[in-house]
């Protein structure tokens, strides 16, 4: 009896060790290649994110590189043209790679393995341990989107107008689809589909295996952002001021809401709502079934920012140089923290910590 108590306490604590790993773990833009944007609440506590400054690294170059977090490391690019990673309880350096023009695209990190795009037409393929490269593949122009990993493909676009799915075993090219226009966008991946937006206002379905096009839907301003994927749902934003629901099984937009303003940020879907900002300043949450409006806070400064959400709890970036917490369900501030700049990136939850890049280039825990 006593061995089988003794069995029981260290498979719990196996058990428990790994929902701590998984609880840190945030490993590509938005979490997830639906692009969520959210940490499930089952496995992390959110009682510490109090809006309190843990640790700061001051780096030189503005940061528009959404952070991963992986396994006790913290990863990211910068306008110096560098891939970091810091580590996660701590903020110091544990590598750099070095590429050849701005990294504004945002790690993704799958198996030991980071896969991030630079201006210098490449993505990179480096190990996440050490920062060594493993590969990289060159395309004919700068490298923005953020990269998306499903089975055994990376994809995402470049500006040379080419949506890309490459091995992720040899970086070698699986297919590649010419759209009309830069792809800046970040892709999202489910069920077998890429979305992804061009700066021709086009958002286009991919068969992943094929890289062929199931269908598309066209709208009145450029596509910078990723999309998202939930319950059916394909939500996307455009810098026509414009937010987008399409039902993906009827291939067709279902409703639309009219923020007023330019839309730089990507979706954000939780506890029936979808939230994002424009550059008025405004974050808005809509009904996700209908796009009725819910609520809308004024943060004071442009929202280039991405929302990212756990619980009840909403965080976001404002150019008021301010973090961020709103509550899901109402819009009521519970705190905010000023930063050393604007916040363009999208928070990483990590635990029971956010991880926050500045445009005046440093990174800061918060809890």
């Known amino acids: 009896?006593?061995?089988?108590?003794?069995?029981?306490?260290?498979?719990?604590?196996?058990?428990?060790?790994?929902?701590?790993?998984?609880?840190?773990?945030?490993?590509?833009?938005?979490?997830?290649?639906?692009?969520?944007?959210?940490?499930?609440?089952?496995?992390?506590?959110?009682?510490?994110?109090?809006?309190?400054?843990?640790?700061?690294?001051?780096?030189?170059?503005?940061?528009?590189?959404?952070?991963?977090?992986?396994?006790?490391?913290?990863?990211?690019?910068?306008?110096?043209?560098?891939?970091y990673a810091l580590n996660l309880n701590t903020g110091q350096q544990v590598w750099k790679f070095t590429t050849d023009n701005w990294v504004t695209s945002s790690p993704a990190v799958v198996n030991g393995r980071v896969?991030?795009?630079?201006?210098?037409?490449?993505?990179?393929?480096?190990?996440?341990?050490?920062?060594?490269?493993?590969?990289?593949?060159?395309?004919?122009?700068?490298?923005a989107t953020s990269p998306a990993v499903a089975d055994d493909a990376v994809y995402f676009?470049?500006?040379?107008?080419?949506?890309?799915?490459?091995?992720?075993?040899?970086?070698?090219?699986?297919w590649k689809f010419k759209t009309d226009a830069a792809v800046t966008g970040s892709p999202v991946v489910a069920d077998g589909v890429v979305y992804i937006g061009n700066r021709n206002g086009k958002m286009y379905a991919i068969d992943t295996a094929t890289g062929k096009l199931k269908w598309r839907a066209i709208v009145g301003g450029p596509i910078t952002a990723a999309p998202a994927v939930a319950d059916g749902l394909l939500y996307f934003t455009s810098q026509d001021g414009k937010i987008y629901c399409a039902r993906i099984k009827h291939q067709a937009v279902i409703w639309r809401y009219d923020a007023k303003a330019q839309i730089e940020t990507a979706p954000l879907?939780?506890?029936?709502?979808?939230?994002?900002?424009?550059?008025?300043?405004?974050?808005?949450?809509?009904?996700?079934?209908?796009?009725?409006?819910?609520?809308?806070?004024?943060?004071g400064g442009s929202v280039f920012s991405s929302a990212a959400a756990l619980g009840d709890s909403v965080y976001i970036g404002s150019n008021s140089d301010n973090l961020y917490a709103l509550d899901i369900n109402t819009g009521n501030p519970a705190w905010q923290l000023q930063l050393e700049g604007d916040i363009v990136a999208t928070p990483a939850i990590a635990g029971d910590r956010l991880v926050v890049p500045t445009a005046a280039g440093s990174v800061c825990s918060v809890r």
């Open 1 to 83: 009896m006593k061995r089988q108590i003794q069995v029981i306490i260290a498979a719990a604590a196996i058990i428990s060790a790994a929902a701590t790993a998984n609880a840190e773990n945030w490993p590509l833009f938005k979490n997830n290649a639906l692009r969520s944007g959210t940490m499930p609440t089952e496995t992390v506590s959110t009682a510490r994110l109090a809006g309190q400054r843990e640790w700061t690294t001051q780096l030189w170059q503005n940061i528009a590189s959404s952070p991963a977090v992986y396994k006790g490391k913290v990863y990211f690019g910068s306008n110096d043209g560098v891939v």
């Open 269 to 299: 879907v939780h506890n029936g709502k979808v939230v994002f900002g424009d550059i008025s300043g405004n974050v808005t949450a809509l009904n996700a079934q209908n796009g009725s409006k819910a609520w809308v806070y004024n943060t």
């Open 115 to 143: 896969y991030v795009g630079s201006f210098d037409s490449r993505l990179y393929c480096l190990n996440a341990d050490t920062g060594e490269q493993i590969w990289k593949f060159t395309t004919s122009n700068s490298v």
């Open 157 to 174: 676009g470049s500006n040379d107008g080419y949506v890309y799915a490459v091995s992720i075993k040899t970086g070698w090219q699986k």
